[in-house]
């Protein structure tokens, strides 16, 4: 993981185990509480993808994810520096996505389910403003379903992204 620091926000960068590139734009948001939240849902991910790999009898290498601040040399380049990020606040959003239109979105002990009717990133979303403020929520683990091929961490990162935005806009009510 590496992060642009700007007066703004914050420039997120994710280079995935295949050298697939994932980036994202945080307005208003302290780096390195961003760094909590996507290093506990890389780890989630990979965790998952390492189960995933077992169960269909292949291999695969755990990595410890690494985190970089990306400051300015002197003759114009990039330099990573190394960071080292708090833990993710112990609430977060878990997402169950089938890839064929239902979801289950567990938050704390609440837990809401396409399949009872209804949105359930909504009904997380009508909920999160009265217990959580106004600060921004992030979803901790995803787990993805569907598809033919196997998943790598930019997609889980893909579809985190779509999830949240939808989340944020749910609680911004629009």
């Known amino acids: 993981c590496f992060y642009l620091p700007r007066s703004r926000g914050v420039d997120w960068y994710v280079l995935d185990e295949h050298g697939a590139l994932f980036h994202r734009w ?3 948001v302290e780096p390195l509480r961003l760094a909590g939240h996507y290093l506990q ?3 989630n991910v990979h965790q998952r993808m390492r189960y995933a790999a077992e169960q269909q009898g292949r291999e695969r290498e ?3 994810v690494e985190l970089y601040r990306l400051e300015r040399t002197g003759d114009g380049g990039w330099q990573p520096v190394p960071e080292v990020a708090p833990p993710a606040p112990a609430a977060s959003v878990q997402v169950l996505d089938d890839g064929a239109g239902g979801m289950t979105v567990v938050w704390g002990e609440h837990e809401f389910s396409s399949l009872d009717g209804g949105e359930p990133l909504a009904a997380v ?3 999160l403003p009265r ?3 106004a600060a921004p929520w992030f979803i901790g ?3 993805l379903g569907g598809g033919d091929r196997p998943l790598q961490t930019v ?3 893909a579809r985190r992204d779509e999830l949240e ?3 944020a806009a749910a609680r911004a009510g629009g």
Do not use: P
Request: hydrophobic share 40%.
């Open 62 to 64: 755990a990595r410890e």
């Open 26 to 28: 945080h307005e208003g």
């Open 165 to 167: 935005r939808a989340l």
């Open 41 to 43: 849902f890389i780890a």
């Open 125 to 127: 979303a009508r909920r």
């Open 131 to 133: 217990e959580a403020g």
């Open 141 to 143: 683990d995803l787990e």
């Open 155 to 157: 997609d889980y990162l």
